[in-house]
């Protein structure tokens, strides 16, 4: 049986050795090659633009095309059962903090209170795939003490910081109420709460719009970048990338145009959220970027000290920008606090749990058009926001539709390329 290139490339060593007939089965872990000369005749076919090997195997009378997936239901059931004790495995210990969470709030709260705890967690991690995508981009700069810290103390933040206590202070200083006066409004008549939250939704917009605009615009916007997957725009925007101060030009341009958009009443306000956002965006690259200079001539290749922490609050601030939003739309579901932290709090753990997955398994490596696809979604949902100023408002399933799409044709792009 003669080896093609790709399969003799993969270290099958065993297989070169021997001119025995071999079984080449697809498992969660890889490829498994068994002999199987006592068992009957194999014959491969090399076809190599139809899958990874470009391998058909042929036993006796069983035919299955291993590539196209053409497989007996007794092989697609034990596929179906490996990759759900895969799932089972990986993410063990947050399904069962799930479990826990949800049927305590099913105990004290209800039946209903329950089923839109559920609905906020999966809007919740429908709405941040890409910002997982883009956080273990980061994550993988970090030593693995900061990474834990990402997934503990990180989430403490994520819920009780950015989701809770965040929109309190904002609501407490656009609205010159002190911040006791907006806690108590916020755990005794949440529907009050509700409606001084949506009333300063503008400055949340217009925060989370320009930071994340500036996420998307310095990456993209970058002459070293060679992996172009919408190839016409993406390579346009890595040729103007050489011309001097061409972000801070265009973050103006942006920031003018939505000032320009917003209406008259709250024109101040955006312009001073959109101001914040571009600085706090600036410091934090500024110093992110000083510090991983500082630390280049370390033999560690990850970042810790300093400059870990710089870009563990960078991610922080990142998270703020996606979820803020969230927080607001959620009162369009439910007024309780307790609910809304209930279910954005597991959502929120669960992105943060496919981050760390990420990271472990470099599946930015495996699939090189992910990182373009998680940024396309960015743009898009800082588009969104600055369209909520304007007071366009997309229905949050066409919002979250947006980034799994980008994600989901990424992955396929990426996938077709490798193969």
């Known amino acids: 049986m003669n080896i093609p290139p790709p399969l003799a490339s993969h270290g099958t060593k065993f297989l070169a050795r021997s001119a025995q007939p071999y079984e080449l089965r697809r498992e969660m872990c890889g490829w498994r090659i068994r002999d199987l000369s006592t068992l009957g005749p194999t014959r491969g076919d090399y076809s190599p633009g139809r899958c990874p090997f470009g391998i058909y195997i042929q036993h006796v009378t069983l035919r299955a095309s291993l590539c196209t997936g053409a497989f007996p239901m007794f092989m697609r059931r034990g596929m179906l059962k490996k990759l759900m004790m895969n799932f089972l495995r990986q993410y063990r210990l947050i399904l069962a903090v799930s479990l826990i ?19 906020l967690t999966v809007l919740e ?26 997934l503990t103390i990180g989430i403490v933040i994520a819920v009780f910081v950015v ?133 280049a001539a370390s033999p560690l290749k990850q970042q810790v000290g300093w400059a870990a922490f710089g870009l563990f609050m960078y991610l922080q601030v990142l998270d703020a920008s996606f979820s803020l939003d969230g927080v607001v739309g959620a009162f369009a579901i439910t007024d309780s606090i307790i609910i809304i932290m209930a279910g954005l709090g597991i959502g929120a753990l669960w992105v943060r749990a496919m981050t760390i997955h990420m990271v472990r398994h470099e599946t930015l490596l495996k699939y090189k058009y992910l990182e373009s696809g998680a940024h396309w979604a960015i743009a898009c949902l800082a588009v969104i926001m600055f369209l909520k100023i304007g007071g366009i408002e997309l229905p949050e399933v066409v919002v979250g539709s947006i980034g799994l799409v980008c994600i989901a044709a990424s992955i396929y792009s990426s996938t077709r390329a490798r193969q």
Request: proline fraction near 4%; charge should be positive.
């Open 125 to 150: 991690i429908t709405l941040s795939a890409d910002n997982a995508v883009v956080n273990s981009r980061l994550l993988v700069k970090l030593s693995p003490l900061w990474q834990k810290l990402f």
């Open 163 to 295: 989701r809770f206590a965040l929109p309190i202070l904002m609501v407490a200083l656009a609205s010159s109420l002190d911040v006791g006066t907006v806690l108590s409004l916020a755990l005794n008549d949440p529907t009050q709460y509700g409606h001084k939250l949506h009333a300063v939704a503008p400055l949340i917009d217009g925060f989370g719009g320009i930071f994340l605009a500036m996420v998307a615009l310095f990456f993209f916007v970058d002459h070293a970048k060679d992996a172009h997957w919408l190839w016409l725009p993406e390579k346009a925007m890595t040729k103007i990338a050489r011309v001097p101060l061409i972000r801070s030009i265009l973050t103006a341009v942006l920031f003018a145009s939505v000032v320009i958009m917003s209406p008259q009443v709250i024109r101040y306000h955006v312009a001073f959220a959109m101001l914040v956002g571009i600085v706090v965006y600036g410091v934090l690259q500024g110093m992110t970027m000083l510090l991983e200079r500082a630390n």
């Open 101 to 119: 969470v949800w049927l305590a709030v099913w105990c004290f709260l209800g039946f209903s209170a329950f089923l839109v705890t559920v609905i």
